[in-house]
T-cell receptor, first 114, second 110 residues
Framework: NAGVTQTPKFRVLKTGQSMTLLCAQD?????MYWYRQDPGMGLRLIHY???????AKGEVPDGYNVSRLKKQNFLLGLESAAPSQTSVYFC?????????????FGPGTRLTVL | GQQVMQIPQYQHVQEGEDFTTYCNSS?????IQWYKQRPGGHPVFLIQ?????EVKKQKRLTFQFGEAKKNSSLHITATQTTDVGTYFC??????????FGQGTILTVHP
């Protein structure tokens, strides 16, 4: 099993450009999440999904959109990138159930917006 | 929303010294999870605590959940260079959402 994979690993964008980050998991997990990590701020939840076709906002959703068309994939989109979106983005997945179950993280995407 | 404060932000130790990081919340937590992130890596789950006053050990690591379920700590005995990284606590809420502390960056000098 590959676990959780993310594409791409690195990306540089210019302000105003758009892009989509892809997260894929092969563990048949229902729940998937997108976080961003900035220095000194830990990880913050952007959006999450509790199943195919469903998405919900997290703590910092502004400027991002998501889609979960297939159970194994969770896409994060930036329609018009801004320098404030320079960050490391992590995708995670877990089984449904009590909130105490562990989340499995992907390797991350390092995004720079110039 | 729920906030989890983690201290210290940085900790530099000599190999063999002990290390402790603390998490505090103003509200009662359902559970607390601990993650380790190696430099350049992704967070990796270490443990979860659910019960009031719970203490769990993993070799040189000791995890505690406070009696009031508002604080938690991670203690590493006799640090090794392999312990370097950032340690995060995270509170789990509905639908498995995690609220992370700011993390403690541990540096171990040989």
């Amino acid at each position: 099993n590959a676990g959780v994979t993310q594409t791409p690993k690195f990306r540089v964008l210019k302000t105003g450009q758009s892009m989509t980050l892809l997260c894929a998991q092969d563990m048949n997990h229902e729940y998937m999440y997108w976080y961003r990590q900035d220095p000194g701020m830990g990880l913050r939840l952007i959006h999450y999904s509790v199943g195919e076709g469903t998405t919900a906002k997290g703590e910092v959703p502004d400027g991002y959109n998501v889609s979960r068309l297939k159970k194994q994939n969770f896409l994060l989109g930036l329609e018009s990138a801004a320098p404030s979106q320079t960050s490391v983005y992590f995708c995670a997945s877990k089984k449904p159930g009590p909130s105490s179950d562990t989340q499995y993280f992907g390797p991350g995407t390092r995004l720079t917006v110039l | 929303g729920q906030q989890v404060m983690q201290i210290p932000q940085y900790q530099h130790v000599q190999e063999g010294e002990d290390f402790t990081t603390y998490c505090n919340s103003s509200t009662t937590l359902s559970n607390i999870q601990w993650y380790k992130q190696r430099p350049g890596g992704h967070p990796v789950f270490l443990i979860q605590l659910v019960k009031s006053g719970e203490v769990k050990k993993q070799k040189r690591l000791t995890f505690q959940f406070g009696e009031a379920k508002k604080n938690s700590s991670l203690h590493i005995t006799a640090t090794q260079t392999t312990d370097v990284g950032t340690y995060f606590c995270a509170s789990g809420t509905s639908y498995g959402k995690l609220t992370f502390g700011q993390g403690t960056i541990l540096t171990v000098h040989p």
